[in-house]
């Protein structure tokens, strides 16, 4: 049974902007003045570079030194986007496809953004995703149906340009194997996990996108996801709930999380794995017997190449690290979108 958010926020939102999930803001030159009401989306457009004049041959500069002769010096500045991934479903659930970006309404920060610069749709970006694996004692009887199901899920979502890595974790992290597109390696590592101690979830999460999403490197952007399979009980961390949810939305990580929790009752783990899966922009699935933990991964599977990509600049971004809202909506009642609830704005360089 999948739980989905449902949007509550005012319907005046304008109706021609749109946006989504995991999202970078990169540094760039101060944003434009914001108009006071919202534009129709502009066509995705190709920032055009300033024009220098180019004197003639033999013509000299404002100093009387030939131009030949002067050190050419290049400023790079970043553009500050917002690369943004997200969901749409029907009541049911249904992966909807094939829709325009005039089919949404958007607001950064309350605001709509200057410019929507790209829009795709079931976009094919790379993937660098993590299988998290609770091994504490609690789950001991569920463990093997959480391997095999993980690896089905490897073997499936994989492409070319995609990564991943798998770790278990109790009171500790175990990462047993780093990123890879090599799927051996990958089932390899999976099987090595033992289940054994108590339950530190809240600082595994923290630290998994701290460690090993924060500090990716990319050229372009990427998706990044984590899968969380878990009751959700958490009796040993140090870090609180807000302060790992908060670590992953730095990281722009989406996480969608499986319970293991298959008794008739939802308990408060399940809702710890809901409140970490809406605040990122993922999915909580609740299997109701145990073999069901595959069908999460296979739904996972499918909303992970059924997504929309969406690029835009915001409006009167400050470079105070200070928490944006996202807020996205369908034109179309009868549609849902699920991302990410906002993100960070970065920081001056040092």
Do not use: W
Not at 66 to 89: A, D, R, S, W
Not at 264 to 271: E, F, I, L, M
């Amino acid at each position: 049974m999948n739980r989905l958010p449902v949007s509550k926020a005012p319907i005046f939102l304008l109706s021609l902007l749109l946006a989504g999930v995991p999202l970078r803001a990169q540094i760039s030159s101060p944003p434009a003045a914001t108009p006071a009401v919202a534009p129709a989306l502009p066509q995705a457009q190709t920032p055009t570079p300033a024009q220098t004049p180019t004197p003639a041959a033999g013509q000299s500069n404002q100093q009387g030194s030939p131009q030949v002769n002067e050190p050419v010096t290049t400023l790079q500045v970043q553009v500050n986007e917002v690369n943004l991934i997200f969901t749409v479903t029907d009541k049911h659930g249904k992966f909807i496809t094939g829709l325009k970006r005039e089919n949404f309404g958007l607001l950064d920060d309350g605001r709509p953004p200057l410019a929507v610069l790209r829009f795709t749709q079931q976009t094919n970006l790379p993937l660098r995703v993590g299988i998290m694996l609770d091994t504490s004692s609690s789950i001991r009887q569920r463990f093997q149906f959480e391997q095999d199901s993980a690896i089905e899920f490897l073997l499936q979502i994989l492409h070319l340009n995609d990564r991943a890595f798998v770790e278990g974790f109790d009171i500790e992290t175990d990462v047993a194997q780093d990123f890879t597109n090599n799927v051996d390696l990958l089932n390899q590592g999976i099987r090595k996990l033992r289940p054994g101690g108590g339950t530190a979830l809240f600082d595994a999460l923290y630290k998994t996108c701290k460690d090993e999403m924060l500090p990716l490197q990319e050229t372009g952007a990427v998706r990044r996801a984590l899968i969380l399979v878990s009751d959700g009980d958490d009796n040993y961390s140090r870090v609180q709930e807000s302060d790992a949810i908060k670590m992953c939305q730095r990281a722009d990580t989406i996480v969608y999380t499986i319970s293991t929790n298959i008794s008739p009752s939802k308990d408060k783990g399940d809702d710890v794995l809901k409140a970490i899966s809406d605040a990122t922009g993922g999915q909580a699935f609740y299997p109701v017997k145990l073999e069901d933990v595959a069908i999460g991964f296979r739904n996972i599977e499918e909303e992970l190449r059924s997504q929309y990509h969406l690029v835009y600049r915001p409006a009167d971004l400050k470079m105070d690290g200070s928490f944006r809202t996202i807020y996205l909506q369908a034109n179309d009642p009868r549609y849902k979108v699920r991302a990410q609830k906002g993100y960070f704005s970065p920081r001056p360089p040092q």
